[in-house]
């Protein structure tokens, strides 16, 4: 099953984020997907994120092919020139990806070691176009195109608020958005509404970012130093108050599932693991989503 097709077929689609650092290889790999794969429908593959350099996503993406398993494929504007874009694009579809989240890309963080420069060639709106033209290739079981996907941040709106950008997106091509990591089940409520009173919904699925927090100090660090990121003050407080911390983040996330799969318009969730892969696994048993 494709992740499209689990959108379109589960009441809630599960991912997870593939755990990826410059020393990964094609062994590490094949062991987080064999933990993951009997608990998500696919798995999101990196593109290098905060500049941290690691194995090249396409060859991540066939690694887990040849598992059987469906990858969520990153694309950012930031590190490729409108060249090598096309050329990952026709790449991806060429190996038999069939989805792809596509993204700007963030700027790199002020104490990242070395030089770098950010390329920025073509904007999100060139890539999603060009990404919309690719056809997969004819002895794909699956759809057509690629499924794709671009990031939001799900946030407090005003009563006024007009989603004006998403529904740009979603005129372009752009069939899921995924938010950032949020813990804030009331304001992922209300930000669905908005999206759902704009009949959004009729033309993009929403998948909510989440995590087991391993600590109350890594959930402060997160929700000071990850792009928007929201961790609730009484979260932190179940974290310090618990003898045991990274089981009780598993639980927090897990009761977070729970109540994702009974908010209207959430088709489902992104799992990131800020520790071992097998916790992403625990944490999804736990909530009784794959039971």
């Known amino acids: 099953m494709t992740f499209q097709e689990a959108i379109r077929t589960r009441d809630f689609a599960v991912s997870a984020e593939l755990k990826l650092d ?3 290889s094609a062994r590490s790999i094949g062991d987080q997907a064999r933990i993951l794969s009997s608990t ?3 798995i999101q593959v990196t593109d290098s994120p905060a500049g ?3 194995l090249s996503p396409l060859v991540v993406a066939r690694i887990l092919l040849d598992q059987g398993i469906d990858p969520v494929l990153h694309m950012s504007c930031r590190d490729r020139n409108r060249v090598a874009l096309r050329g ?3 790449g991806a579809a060429e190996l038999g990806v069939t989805s792809l989240l596509l993204m700007r890309g963030e700027k790199f963080p002020v104490d990242l070691p070395g030089k770098h420069k950010a390329v920025f060639d073509w904007g999100i709106k060139k890539l999603i176009a060009n990404a919309r033209a690719v056809k997969l290739v004819p002895d794909n079981p699956g759809p057509a195109g690629f499924f794709l996907g671009s990031i939001v941040t799900a946030f407090n709106p005003k009563r006024d608020w007009q989603p ?6 979603a005129d372009a091509g752009i069939k899921f958005i995924q938010t950032q990591l949020c813990f804030d089940i009331d304001l992922v409520r209300r930000y669905v509404a908005s999206l759902v009173a704009a009949k959004l919904l009729e033309r993009v699925n ?5 995590a087991p927090i391993p600590s109350a100090d890594m959930g402060e660090w997160l929700a000071g130093n990850l792009r928007a990121t929201v961790v609730p003050d009484a979260v932190i407080k179940r974290l310090k108050q618990s003898a045991n911390p990274e089981r009780e983040g598993a639980l927090i996330c897990a009761e977070m599932l729970q109540q994702l799969v009974e908010t209207p318009g959430v088709s489902g969730a992104n799992v990131v693991s800020f520790g071992e892969t097998d916790v992403i696994a625990r944490t999804i048993e736990l909530s009784g989503l794959r039971a």
């Open 22 to 24: 410059s020393r990964s």
């Open 40 to 42: 998500v429908d696919a």
């Open 52 to 54: 941290c350099v690691h």
């Open 88 to 90: 990952d694009l026709l």
């Open 164 to 169: 004006k950008k998403i529904s740009a997106n």
């Open 206 to 210: 929403v998948i909510i970012g989440i």
